[in-house]
């Protein structure tokens, strides 16, 4: 017999750049762990599964998130389930672990995300091993280079300047400047970002996501089995994923996110979202270089087409306005690898549990929306729509 | 402040990557200057880089055709930093839709110049024409194709 | 309010096995990964009368360090029909891959989808010596980097010391493990899968090459590579399907302690027991030696033949030719690919075997050996 499942906890570290961590790998895990079960208000012996991110050619390790795992002292014998689908691996771990609750097969499962670039010197070579080989590699083309294509298609089919792609990251770090767990809380001007060291054009050092250290744990599950816990459930009610092909060339348009789009047609439907602008309460996207939110905001039929930095400027996606976006800061200002992919689902449950940081917590939010993406070329994406579930002993 | 402990891990591991009957056909051609591309039976996409099958239609291609060296260029960026092992920055690398093919194929872009970074998008604005220049010596490798050039006649 | 234990077994709603193909196994394939996942996709679908439109989910089960490189999975998702569709990749063996898409079907969420596992390291595999060294250095990172790396664990080693360890402790002699493997190997040997195919002698199997004291070549796993792609399907969609009639009605999935336990050594079998209480119990199953027909086990040595068997409640039950008729693990071993190989002969067996209803796939990854040892059960019943 199927069943529901719901996020019953969330643990979210506090973010630093990797140099000025303190903590092991590990301990960062156990944080996240230890306040995500404090937060359901329940203890490991109750957790039938773990499923956990990994990416061994990013973290030096050959599944390290099993040995890793167990060091966590969860149990005896728990069954470990590593998922690695690149940038979309956390939001996929509760995607995986709402459907071993549904089946009936498990009843709570932790969903663990660690920091994946914790400790990689060559960073940006290992990230670029991703890249086609063979095909698309030797031409050095690497994790920002992929994302720069879609920023210029972008800037060209919508006549949009440096300034605009600017204005999204000054209001990521806004937001991130509020959020205690967030790794850059200063705020940062247009002209700061305009004039910043050039990456690959027209991307700048400040649009692009900085490395960061923290985990964050989730616990998914049974949503009707919830009495001996204390949060109040968030309610997994539609989810999915979709993929494009390996090769950057098989994109059909590098200024749309057609692959995003659809899957949001169908995620929607899942869940009777008919109008999102006006349904959901709050929304995370994982947007770690500064044209994907407004590009992603248009898929997911937030803004219309070429209008994202309009709805940025315009203080919309700001706490206070219609449509509370990344209020955590997002990847923009936090990406600690699996870590950070896991970080919108978690806030965006924390949201509707009225559980998130004070200073980000959207008042009464009912309904949230998290977002996933990566993959070579952001082949990938995900998308959950959370729902509070009052409780019935409330 | 204290120092954070760290201890030096090293990973490092040789691979002979398997080209497989498709990357093969298509490195072969290039050799002989020929970008060859396949074809899904089922719907009439032209791959280049070539596939194995039609993701889309479920179905192993079959037809190879050659593509002419020349396309339009649908977006680039420029590179300014390098990494490990990677090219010599600055280089701009485009996705070249070559005339006849469904797909882009990446390749490096010449004949901008990076002396003047706030007019790149308008020295080579979107639907530029392209020709491959290629490598003297070929071997069988991507870069047999040493770079795209502007096509301004 | 006081800690509640978790909850006991549920009954699963059945799973049906309506697709099932292998690539030939071969020491090395010429292929992309992703043309071996295409063709066994391709073909597992076809066997059905599917297409890749009829697919709620993609779950495939490699491991990138062996495809030598990141995220390899982003490679080949749309070979395995993933395209514009659910789809995700789980580092580790395939029957985890099998497990996550039946859930899927459990669930309700999908009508029907498709678990792929494909092997093929991407090294030679002419120098012998130097694949060896490849995997065992894969191996070796599979460990902890600060203890366990440096002293140059790898999995071949922790099955040594085990085996090692059973026979100090008295219970069987190096003679037993080498008839035990003469016997799979040689029952294997005329199975078209198998990749040793000539009948062998204890006494050969003694005298083949030293691996790590006391195993030797021919007491370990048959070395292969390929792909195997299972289609799953709710009850309701297989009656529309052309092809296999088998359904999985329980799967378990246990992950043992790292090194510092020791229980590795002292009780290996204890991930295969809580795999096995789960998928039982979704089964419904209550006494495993009447009811459980025949079985594929993967004991990556001899010294884990009976604890593993044991673990299943079938040590005593089952003759020699309904455990590991095809000649196990021994015979033919695909790596990540071996745990949808073991469920293809399960359910091929009992399509041919008159008498067996209720069988049992059980694979292990062997990454780093009995160390963090993932297991998973699969009970299957003639539809």
Redesign the interface.
């Known amino acids: 017999m199927p069943y529901r499942a719901a996020v019953v906890g969330a643990g979210i570290t506090d973010a630093t750049s990797p140099r000025k961590q303190q903590l092991s790998a590990v301990e960062l895990c156990q944080q996240a762990t230890w306040a995500a079960l404090d937060h359901a208000g329940t203890t490991p012996d109750t957790l039938d599964g773990v499923v956990v991110g990994n990416i061994d050619g990013f973290e030096g390790t050959v599944l390290g998130a099993r040995n890793l795992t167990r060091a966590l002292g969860l149990g005896a014998d728990l069954p470990v389930t590593i998922i690695n689908t690149g940038g979309t691996t956390g939001g996929n771990l509760m995607q995986v672990a709402a459907r071993m609750v549904r089946s009936g097969s498990h009843a709570r499962v932790l969903c663990l995300g660690g920091p994946t670039f914790f400790g990689v010197r060559d960073l940006q070579s290992a990230i670029n091993t991703n890249s086609p080989m063979i095909i698309e590699q030797p031409l050095g083309m690497g994790a920002y280079h992929m994302g720069a294509f879609a920023a210029n298609a972008y800037r060209q089919r919508y006549g949009l300047t440096p300034e605009d792609l600017a204005a999204v990251v000054v209001a990521d770090h806004e937001k991130a400047s509020r959020n205690p767990h967030a790794h850059l809380r200063y705020t940062v001007t247009e002209d700061e970002v305009v004039n910043g060291r050039p990456l690959s054009s027209p991307l700048t050092q400040p649009m692009v996501c900085p490395v960061s250290a923290a985990a964050v744990a989730m616990i998914v599950a049974d949503a009707d089995d919830v009495d001996d816990l204390r949060s109040t459930p968030a309610l997994i009610r539609a989810m999915g994923m979709s993929s494009d092909p390996y090769l950057g060339g098989g994109k059909g348009d590098f200024a749309e996110m057609q692959n995003l789009a659809t899957l949001a047609r169908r995620v929607y439907a899942l869940a009777d979202v008919r109008d999102p602008a006006a349904e959901f309460d709050v929304v995370e996207i994982f947007a770690p270089y500064a044209h994907m939110q407004p590009m992603q905001l248009e898929a997911l039929q937030l803004a219309p087409p070429g209008g994202g930095v309009e709805l940025i400027r315009s203080g919309a996606t700001s706490a206070g306005g219609s449509l509370p976006t990344n209020l955590s800061g997002g990847p923009k200002c936090t990406n600690a690898g699996v870590a950070g992919e896991l970080a919108p689902y978690a806030y965006a449950a924390l949201q509707v549990m009225g559980a998130a940081p004070e200073p980000i917590q959207v008042p009464g939010a009912r309904r949230a929306l998290a977002h996933g993406t990566g993959g070579t070329f952001f082949q990938f994406e995900n998308l959950a729509i959370f729902e509070a579930l009052p409780r019935s002993d409330a | 402040m204290?120092t954070?402990p760290?201890?030096a891990?090293?990973?490092d591991?040789?691979?002979?990557?398997?080209?497989?009957?498709?990357?093969s056909r298509f490195m072969d051609g290039l050799r002989d200057r020929k970008i060859l591309a396949n074809v899904c039976p089922s719907c009439d996409r032209v791959f280049?880089?070539p596939?194995?099958?039609c993701?889309?239609?479920?179905e192993?291609t079959d037809r190879w055709v050659e593509l002419p060296p020349e396309g339009s260029l649908?977006?680039?960026?420029?590179?300014?930093?390098?990494?490990?092992?990677?090219?010599t920055?600055p280089?701009a690398?485009g996705?070249i839709r070559l005339d006849g093919a469904s797909?882009?194929?990446?390749?490096?872009v010449i004949g901008l110049d990076f002396t003047e970074?706030t007019t790149?998008?308008a020295q080579l604005?979107?639907g530029s024409r392209v020709r491959a220049v290629w490598a003297p010596q070929r071997t069988g490798?991507?870069?047999d194709i040493a770079h795209f050039e502007p096509d301004r006649d | 309010m006081p800690p509640r234990p978790p909850r006991p077994v549920r009954r699963m709603a059945p799973v049906h096995v309506v697709g099932l193909a292998a690539t030939p196994f071969l020491p090395e394939q010429d292929a992309m990964l992703d043309e071996l996942v295409f063709d066994v996709t391709y073909a597992a679908l076809r066997e059905c009368g599917l297409r890749k439109q009829d697919l709620g989910l993609s779950v495939m089960a490699s491991l990138d360090v062996l495809d030598g490189r990141s995220i390899s999975s982003g490679l080949y998702t749309a070979a395995a029909g993933g395209y514009l569709n659910d789809a995700f990749r789980i580092e580790g063996d395939s029957g985890l891959a099998v497990i996550a898409a039946a859930e899927a079907v459990a669930a309700g969420d999908v009508e029907v989808a498709v678990a792929v596992g494909v092997y093929n390291p991407e090294v030679r595999s002419a120098d012998r010596e130097a694949r060896r060294s490849f995997l065992a250095q894969v191996s070796n990172l599979g460990f902890e980097p600060h203890f366990d790396r440096p002293v140059g664990l790898t999995a071949e080693v922790v099955y040594a010391l085990h085996a090692a360890h059973t026979l100090e402790s008295g219970g069987e002699d190096l003679d037993a493990f080498a008839r035990l493997a003469a016997e799979e190997i040689t029952r294997g040997s005329e199975r078209p899968r198998s990749v040793r195919t000539a009948p062998v002698t204890a006494q050969e199997v003694l005298a083949s090459e030293q691996v790590a004291a006391p195993l030797r070549e021919l007491m370990l796993p048959a070395h292969s590579t390929g792909a195997v792609a299972v289609v799953l399907a709710s009850p309701a969609r297989a009656g529309r399907c052309l092809g296999r009639s088998a359904r999985i009605t329980g799967f378990g999935h246990a992950t043992g302690g790292y090194t510092w336990d020791g229980r590795w050594l002292s009780d290996p079998a204890a991930p295969t027991r809580r795999a096995t209480r789960i998928a039982y119990g979704q089964a419904g199953i209550s006494a495993a030696a009447e009811q459980v027909g025949l079985v594929e086990l993967t004991a990556p040595t001899p010294a884990l033949h009976a604890p593993y068997l044991g673990a299943l409640g079938l040590a005593a039950s089952l003759g020699d030719k309904d455990v590991n008729a095809s000649g196990g693990a021994r015979s033919n071993f695909p790596g990540l690919a071996n745990g949808a190989l073991r469920l293809l002969e399960v359910v091929e067996q009992l399509e041919s075997r008159a008498g067996a209803s209720t069988a049992v796939a059980h694979s292990v990854d062997t990454g780093t050996g009995l160390v963090s040892e993932d297991v998973s059960v699969l009970v299957v019943e003639a539809a």
Do not use: K
């Open positions: 204290t954070t760290t201890q891990v090293h990973w591991l040789h691979y002979d990557i398997h080209l497989g009957a498709t990357w280049v880089p596939q194995a099958y993701e889309s239609c479920f192993r649908e977006v680039f960026t420029v590179a300014w930093h390098g990494f490990r092992g990677g090219p920055p280089y690398i996705g797909t882009l194929l990446m390749h490096w970074p790149l998008l604005p979107a490798q991507i870069l």
